[in-house]
């Protein structure tokens, strides 16, 4: 059993999403979503057709503090990023002012950052996506 406490749910709008347990969500539009365990998602975040796959673990004041320094955002999604058509994998970093979608690129790809399958862009496990990205 993993003894996580419920969601928590800070405003927004979640239409045909699914939360499992320890979820965070903070002022987000949720659209067609499944979001994993202990998934963090920021404040004006607006997700559609995204399946998150969460995190192993929840980070600690002090080990988001390191993370700013080095200039890594905490795990989860930052505030007013917009991501559509996605699969973010376990533990990524997805920072502030992001921009997400397959739209005008190739159905298969390969990037430093990411993979595009089938139309979906797919965000390995422990990733770091900077804040202001655009993909």
Do not use: W
């Not at 939360?19 to 404040?43: F, N």
């Not at 607006?46 to 969460?54: I, P, Y």
Request: overall charge neutral; glycine content about 12%.
């Amino acid at each position: 059993p993993r003894f996580l406490p419920a969601s928590k749910v800070n405003g927004g709008n979640i239409q045909n999403s699914l939360l499992s347990d320890g979820c965070i969500v903070q002022g987000a539009r949720l659209k067609d979503c499944m979001l994993g365990i202990r998934s963090i998602v920021g404040e004006g975040t607006d997700l559609e057709e995204v399946v998150m796959m969460g995190g192993d673990y929840y980070e600690s004041e002090d080990s988001i503090s390191q993370a700013a320094k080095q200039g890594r955002p905490r795990i989860g999604i930052g505030a007013n990023t917009q991501i559509r058509h996605a699969i973010i994998d376990k533990n990524a970093r997805i920072g502030k002012h992001c921009r997400i979608s397959p739209d005008d690129k190739p159905q298969e790809m390969d990037h430093a950052l990411y993979h595009i399958r089938d139309g979906i862009v797919i965000i390995p496990k422990n990733a770091v996506v900077p804040d202001g990205t655009v993909i």
